[in-house]
Each structure stands twice: as structure tokens, then as C-alpha cells.
């Protein structure tokens, strides 16, 4: 409830999506774990959503899995198509074939939602990051 009693506020939790005792304490073990900042999403989406739009801009060109969850490429098409970020998709099963030249970013998830199917995410980073991307 965003009403609470009279008296130091310090320490209050409004509202549960951003801001309760539970979160704050996966985000201190994790950042803790990571020895890096950390910050919790309600969801994938949101997350997946926050750093989209945080790195990408008008002129890039993103890599995203044909059979991964459908929603992240209803994000692409209906968000980041019209500010000018446009994507191609490929299978995550052969997501390291084709290369990586030439895209900001590439996102793959595995294993993939709702198939099953799986990449090795280690190559998949390794080969990303040697063509500039992230």
C-alpha cells in the first residue's frame, strides 16, 4: 500500500515492482556476487525492453532468434522498426552460422522459447564481441 503511518520514512517500500525488501536483497547479493552494479526487472520483457532502448539508435541493425519468444520480436517490429533500428532473424540452433558483421547487437536465448532449442552461449559472445557488437 502506498499509505503507511506517521514517522521516518527511511527504509519505506511503496510500491512492489520497484521497490521492496525482497528485491533489494537479490539486488545486494547479486551485485555483490558480481562485484557490479544490479537491477531487478518485474520481468524478461521489461529487461530485455530496458536494454534494448538503452544502447541501440536510429541506423542499427539487430540480430534476434526466428523461434525465440515471440514478444521480443513484437518489440523490435513495433517499437524499435519505426525509430529506425531494423533486425534480421535466425535459428538458435544455428545462430553462430551466417556471422556477425554488421549488426549493433545480437540477443539469443537458450534454450529457446517454446522449441527447446539450444546454442553455445560462450561462442555465441565470443564470435559477437569479435565483430564489434554486443
Known amino acids: 500500500a502506498i499509505f503507511h503511518a ?8 511503496q510500491y ?3 521497490s521492496n525488501p525482497t528485491w533489494d536483497a537479490v539486488e545486494h547479493m547479486l ?4 562485484d557490479a552494479p544490479c537491477v531487478g526487472f518485474p520481468s524478461g520483457m ?6 534494448f532502448f538503452a544502447v541501440l539508435k536510429a541506423g542499427d541493425h539487430i540480430l ?9 520480436r513484437a ?9 529506425g533500428v531494423t533486425y534480421d532473424v535466425r535459428p538458435t540452433s544455428t545462430f553462430l552460422d551466417g556471422g556477425f558483421a554488421g549488426y549493433r547487437l545480437a540477443f539469443v536465448e537458450t534454450p529457446a ?8 552461449i560462450a561462442a555465441v559472445a565470443e564470435a559477437v564481441h569479435k565483430a564489434g557488437a554486443l
Not at 46 to 51: D, K, L, M, V
Not at 75 to 83: E, H, I, Q
Open 6 to 13: 506517521p514517522g521516518d520514512a527511511t527504509g519505506f517500500n
Open 75 to 83: 518489440l523490435a517490429d513495433r517499437f524499435l522498426k519505426p525509430l
Open 46 to 51: 521489461a529487461a530485455i525492453s530496458a536494454a
Open 16 to 18: 512492489g515492482r520497484f
Open 64 to 72: 534476434l532468434p526466428s523461434d525465440g519468444y515471440h514478444t521480443t
Open 113 to 120: 522459447n517454446p522449441g527447446l532449442d539450444i546454442c553455445d
Open 31 to 34: 551485485s555483490h556476487l558480481e
